[in-house]
């Protein structure tokens, strides 16, 4: 897959919302949604990568699986680790035992069930849980179960066939997420199948990627790639803890990431902006910084740090971006390529 730097800018922008929103910053009271960002991304490149292997002959199951865990273990398993030390030296024993279930319950990809259980995504009491931000892995690992064998049951179908079934998935799904969130708002939260129409979103891009391109105006790329710019970022600034999340409400940072990775080429003023050098760092570096951030929030927390000052959430930011940094370079960027990869791009 060929590498787009504007994907990780797009990252970058994606996880930082969601770091400030954590931290407690009222301007960005939506941050939340760039879990959302990532999750279409993620459709994207996925569904990208196993087409280019299914169309060339060499898809694998065990081959997708083990770049998948060598994209996400490593630093998740650093994390929890660092996690694990820390709580054992500083936590009581009550907090201990919430900890312990959640790393059982993380290591098994289950931890949105789990969080979903135990706690309210927007409760302030969810502040103390170091993991729960791992709730996003949880249904990517779950829809990443069977996805690989729905397109390879599609592989022979047509283009618009099997953006056909993709599509009616994803209605289905949307659907259902609007319904339930009315119902039980954290129900439609944690869920993998209210969750699944925002990968889909990325997947339906991948599968139409040819169509996407015989676009060729200028002038329409750059205006539909500064709108889905404009779109992810009204909900970041704008949605707030009490508003009615996801469901449609989801519709409008996904519709805006779905327009950024279709139509930001590099001749865009968008794509050039999200592939400036500090986006991209920020973007490669965002798995290990999505996945520290929080567990350094939370850990503060719990032994009295309160984040009620711009100075102590600064700190605890670049604290955050340390070990996120120890973390790529130390474990993630080398683990993931102990093997050669037959991908180019590792989602």
């Not at 960002?37 to 280019?52: A, D, M, R």
């Not at 994209?71 to 500083?90: D, G, N, V």
């Not at 993998?192 to 040819?210: H, V």
């Not at 391109?213 to 009204?234: K, P, Q, Y």
Request: with cysteine.
């Amino acid at each position: 897959m060929k590498y787009r730097a504007e994907i990780d800018g797009l990252r970058a922008l994606a996880v930082l919302p969601v770091i400030l929103f954590h931290a407690g910053f009222e301007w960005f009271s939506g941050g939340f949604v760039g879990v959302d960002v990532f999750f279409v991304i993620s459709g994207y490149l996925i569904t990208t990568v196993l087409l280019e292997d299914m169309e060339k002959g060499r898809f694998s199951i065990v081959d997708f699986y083990d770049r998948r865990a060598r994209r996400l273990l490593p630093a998740l398993f650093f994390i929890m680790l660092l996690t694990s030390l820390f709580s054992l030296m500083y936590l009581p024993p009550h907090a201990l035992k919430d900890v312990g279930q959640s790393i059982v319950a993380v290591s098994l990809f289950l931890s949105n069930i789990f969080f979903f259980i135990e706690v309210d995504y927007f409760a302030n009491t969810a502040e103390l849980a170091p993991l729960l931000h791992t709730w996003s892995l949880g249904v990517e690992e779950q829809f990443y179960i069977l996805f690989p064998f729905l397109l390879l049951a599609l592989k022979n179908k047509s283009t618009d066939f099997r953006s056909l079934i993709m599509l009616s998935l994803l209605v289905t799904s949307l659907l259902l997420s609007e319904f339930i969130v009315h119902k039980d708002s954290q129900f439609s939260f944690f869920m993998p199948f209210t969750r699944f129409w925002e990968l889909a979103a990325g997947s339906m891009i991948a599968l139409n990627r040819r169509q996407l391109d015989v676009l060729e105006s200028s002038l329409t790329h750059n205006l539909l790639a500064a709108l889905g710019i404009i779109l992810i970022f009204i909900p970041i600034l704008f949605y707030t803890k009490s508003t009615l999340f996801p469901g449609f409400t989801a519709l409008v940072p996904v519709v805006g990431t779905v327009l950024v990775i279709a139509f930001a080429n590099q001749s865009t003023f968008v794509a050039r902006m999200l592939s400036c050098r500090i986006l991209v760092s920020l973007g490669l570096l965002s798995y290990s910084l999505y996945l520290s951030h929080n567990v350094v929030f939370a850990l503060s927390r719990n032994i009295g740090i309160p984040l009620s000052s711009i100075s102590i959430q600064i700190a605890l930011i670049f604290i955050s971006l340390f070990v996120a940094m120890a973390s790529y370079f130390f474990v993630e960027k080398p683990l993931r390529h102990i093997k050669a990869s037959k991908s180019v791009y590792l989602a």
